[in-house]
């Protein structure tokens, strides 16, 4: 019988969708968590829960996302409070072929940084219907350059086709992963100074 890995590791995060109304903020949890599509599907009401996993074979983490999709319905923008508030990452969604979207999703990142819990959030700007490129009214370059300012992950996506949804979920699970491994480094310098310690006061006592 083989023995278990012990270089293995296992985390979980809560990660939250964010955006208005018909961005497709669904469509992207469905793509990445059940690889489906479906054009008739409806608004969210409150907020939906899924998980999925990401290994990376690197160093060998997996990290387990609980994913909060909340609706994007005006009427139910108080409670997202609710959902992002402890949140170790966000996904910002915005539509590529809506001007408009891209500032909301501006607002809900100005929100999110005011109001959240966690200082240090991981936050991923992104445009979907990728698809729709003949109706494009929002240029990447645009938004890579308002990321970059605002130290945002940034992707553009089709949750239609599935084109760049798993690479969203992939770079926010390596940085939670990176992240897991700095707050190792001070751990594992406690525990050695500890032994060290011991180790002292066994060569000084007495015989």
Known sequence: ???????????QFKLVLLGESAVGKSSIVHRFVKNSFDDLRESTIG?????????????QTTIKFEIWDTAGQE???????????NSHAAIVVYDITKTSSLQRAKDWI???RKNSSNDGIIIA???????????????QSDVEEY??????????????????????????ARKLSDKIAVQEVPETRRIDLNRNATANNNNNSCC
């Open 1 to 11: 019988m083989s023995k278990p890995d012990s270089n293995k590791k296992f985390s």
């Open 47 to 59: 907020a939906a829960f899924l998980t999925q996993s990401i290994t990376i074979p690197e160093t």
């Open 75 to 85: 009427r139910y923008k108080s409670l997202a409070p609710m959902y992002y508030r």
């Open 110 to 112: 100005e929100e999110l």
């Open 125 to 139: 700007l992104v445009g979907n219907k990728l698809d729709l490129q003949d109706e494009r009214e929002i240029e």
């Open 147 to 172: 990321a970059t300012e605002q130290n945002l992950l940034s992707f553009e996506c089709s949750a239609k086709s599935g084109e760049g949804v798993h690479d969203i979920f992939d770079a926010i």
